[in-house]
């Protein structure tokens, strides 16, 4: 309330205009400086004096002016020796921004230290350092900070000559003072094109960096400083260079420099790094094509006219760019004059500093910039070419991205075929782009198998599944031959019902073993689409169906062991019962089908599932994942129900093994298991895959030794089979192990059910 005073209080007692005196007057000595209130950040309206003694209302203004005086200090260096104090200085620097300190100071990670010109307690003063201790930094780690420091008008060719006569490795200090250098530079009036040689051989150093190193400079966002101001400074020289008439870059052993002064075109190439200047107006050169041929590498001019599928269908292309003709003219009303063209060979510059990255580059990174735009959205759609280095690998997560200086991200850019076969096999992608940046072709982390943790994973749960399945279908084939043998077996109400899960079970783990292979495969996806509709449609009812039975089941369950008395079934329940389960299903599997058939046909979306022609999109969140995951949810809320009412009605000692038994039982039979691949289907780790395919896969298994092998009347019976020991004329009801724990909570051997 007092600031809002205050702020009301400015518009009395100012002046709005002309000589009206201001309605009462007010003593300047009683309102504090605007330095006063520079710890209020988001505070832009408050009475002040500034600096000039005069009221204001905007502290906001004399907080981000004014500089720090140069000063001398003492910081404490650790050496060999031990510890020791230095004198260190900082240059004169605006309030708001760090200095460089002349004798560089290395933190534990190896970053420079640097000092903040700051306001406190309304005066200018430099951050404290009292509490530093610094590391002592290399000779080359410390020559190149003194030229980040000094900033002398030659400090490119200096910085340059620096790093050709060193042998030393380059340290996280150093590309952070080599983005200090490079920003003094664009902040420079003046653009002098005699630098770019020496920019590109420094980038060219910094580009052989190793990986761990430029990951720590980039945590101080020294690589994308370097990069952007890189760039920026080449753009504006595009100009000077593509009018020089003679050559200004002697060529080196780092550098090259090929003049086509009669096509408009400028080249500059390091062994990691090209940079194209081109000049449409000239020859029609609109683009640029490299090739690769073993360890030789060249290029080519393209031109305004040409086309898509020819540029495509060029052997060894590694990357390439053009601007159509139509798109040219566009851009020439909007201002454009020159293109400038960038292929980096490495994602070097392009660091994430994300824990975890999800997608990396697997071609060059192209870079593609007009000055003169007022902005990088094009009026049309750009094409350029990208070689997949793991084109026989890639797979729904690979595609175009672009770089925006934290990550690489996809939007506003298209990737010819989308997720099709002939997209992921072909070695060379076509890219389209709706604006300029830096593009490259990714491939999510877990399928570029570079590093083998992810292959390793697949073929581990691949065996995992395998061995699941073909114990789940052994388990169900006995199930069979147990009903088929022993007539007092599949006489009864709770083996019919366990038939009926049974064979929606088998029917499903036959069909999906018998698409997973691979030849039938790729007979599927070169197949009409009615064909993959109706493969994924079945799966998608199968699958259904195995649910609506466990989920009857689970009903069951709840009446055999919560409601107990009471419960009458009706006379043809198990009849009702199949007529629901085989039938209800078909409703949603019928609703894909007719109004999302496209949702079967593989895409993106659906390959990374092991039948091809599966739902996708909204035929998979609705069609599948929804019921499942309802059913789910209702059957845990039943075993968890069932289990307490079992634990509290029969709390003994020697009856918890048992009654863990049961839990186990219910766990597997009413598909529990689910909830670890609902949790994989949201990415919710890795660690969820693993528990379901130990699981889901086994259930026909389980199922098996619960009903058969643990079954005492089912030993029996076939033991008196296979040892001619037992008469056939034993006709007692065979019941689950948990009959026998449980006897006392039967309430009737007419209406009681084993399942």
């Not at 077996?489 to 083996?495: E, G, V, W, Y």
């Amino acid at each position: 309330m007092l600031l809002f005073l205050w702020w009301i209080a400015g518009y009395i007692i100012l002046p709005s205009g002309g000589t009206n005196p201001p309605l009462y007057a007010l003593d300047q000595q009683n309102v504090a400086r605007c330095l006063d209130y520079c710890h209020l950040k988001n505070l832009r309206f408050l009475l002040c004096l500034d600096a000039d003694g005069q009221l204001s209302h905007n502290p906001y203004k004399d907080c981000n002016r004014g500089f720090c005086k140069a000063e001398d200090f003492e910081l404490e260096y650790e050496t060999d020796e031990g510890k020791e104090k230095r004198i260190n200085r900082v240059e004169k620097t605006r309030v708001g921004q760090k200095a460089n300190l002349r004798d560089l100071c290395l933190n534990e990670r190896g970053i420079p230290i640097r000092r903040r010109c700051q306001i406190r307690d309304g005066n200018r003063v430099w951050q404290s350092l009292d509490h530093v201790t610094c590391r002592s930094a290399p000779e080359l780690s410390s020559s190149i900070n003194l030229l980040a420091v000094r900033s002398p008008p030659d400090m490119i060719s200096q910085l340059s000559n620096l790093l050709t006569q060193s042998q030393e490795k380059l340290a996280a200090a150093d590309v952070f003072s080599i983005s200090e250098i490079f920003d003094s530079l664009v902040k420079k009036p003046e653009r002098n094109a005699t630098v770019v040689g020496d920019l590109m051989k420094i980038c060219q150093k910094v580009m052989s960096t190793d990986n761990e190193t430029l990951r720590l400079s980039a945590d101080a966002n020294a690589t994308n400083t370097l990069l952007s101001n890189f760039e920026d400074y080449l753009d504006e020289l595009s100009p000077t260079i593509l009018k020089l008439n003679s050559t200004i870059f002697a060529n080196s052993t780092e550098f090259t420099f090929h003049p086509f002064f009669d096509m408009g075109v400028i080249v500059l190439k390091t062994s990691e790094l090209s940079v194209f200047f081109v000049d449409p107006e000239v020859r029609n050169v609109s683009g640029i094509v490299n090739f690769s041929s073993g360890n030789a590498s060249r290029f080519e001019m393209l031109h305004l006219s040409d086309n898509e599928e020819d540029v495509r269908a060029l052997e060894n292309l590694e990357s390439a760019v053009f601007i159509p003709e139509k798109l040219w003219s566009k851009l020439r009303k909007k201002g454009a004059s020159y293109l400038v063209f960038k292929v980096y060979t490495r994602d070097a510059l392009f660091v994430e500093t994300e824990e975890e990255i999800k997608r990396r580059p697997t071609s060059n990174v192209l870079s593609i910039t007009i000055p003169g735009l007022d902005d990088n959205k094009l009026p049309e759609k750009l094409p350029f070419f990208l070689r997949n280095a793991k084109a026989n690998q890639t797979q729904s997560e690979g595609g175009c991205g672009y770089w925006n200086y934290e990550t690489w991200l996809s939007d506003g850019i298209s990737t010819c075929g989308g997720g099709s076969s002939e997209a992921s096999s072909h070695p060379v992608i076509l890219c389209h782009a709706d604006h300029l940046t830096q593009f490259t072709f990714l491939l999510g982390v877990s399928k570029m198998q570079a590093g083998l943790q992810a292959s390793e994973d697949d073929r581990s749960l691949d065996v995992i599944t395998n061995v699941g399945l073909t114990l789940s279908l052994l388990g169900l084939l006995m199930i069979f031959v147990t009903a088929a043998v022993f007539k007092s077996f599949r006489t009864l109400a709770s083996t019919k019902i366990l038939l009926n899960l049974c064979a929606a079970l088998g029917l499903q783990l036959v069909f999906f073993l018998i698409l997973s292979q691979s030849h039938l495969l790729e007979q599927l996806e070169e197949s009409e689409s009615e064909r993959c509709t109706l493969v994924g449609a079945v799966m998608q009812y199968l699958l259904l169906v195995v649910f609506s039975w466990m989920l009857i089941i689970g009903l069951l369950q709840y009446q055999r062991y919560v409601r107990v008395i009471g419960v009458n079934h009706p006379r043809h329940y198990i009849l009702m019962s199949a007529v629901a389960a085989w039938t209800l299903p078909l409703i949603p599997t019928l609703l894909v089908v007719f109004l999302e058939p496209d949702s079967y046909r593989p895409s993106n979306s659906s390959m990374d599932y092991p039948i091809l022609c599966y739902p996708s999109g909204y035929g998979l969140s609705l069609g599948v994942i929804l019921p499942i995951g309802l059913i789910t949810v209702a059957n845990a809320i039943l075993v968890a129900y069932i289990s307490w009412s079992v634990y509290t009605a029969l709390f003994k000692r020697d009856l918890i093994f048992k009654q863990l038994g049961l839990f186990v039982l219910l766990f597997f039979l009413l598909g529990i298991t689910w909830i670890f691949g609902l949790c994989t289907y949201f990415d919710f780790g890795r660690i969820f895959a693993y528990l379901f395919c130990l699981t889901a896969t086994l259930q026909g298994f389980v199922l098996f030794l619960y009903f058969i092998v643990f079954n005492k009347e089912n030993q029996r019976a076939w033991l008196g089979l296979c040892c001619n020991s037992c008469k056939k004329s034993r006709q007692e009801t065979i019941q689950m192990p948990s009959d026998s724990i449980l006897r006392g909570l039967s309430h009737s051997s007419t209406n009681s059910t084993s399942i």
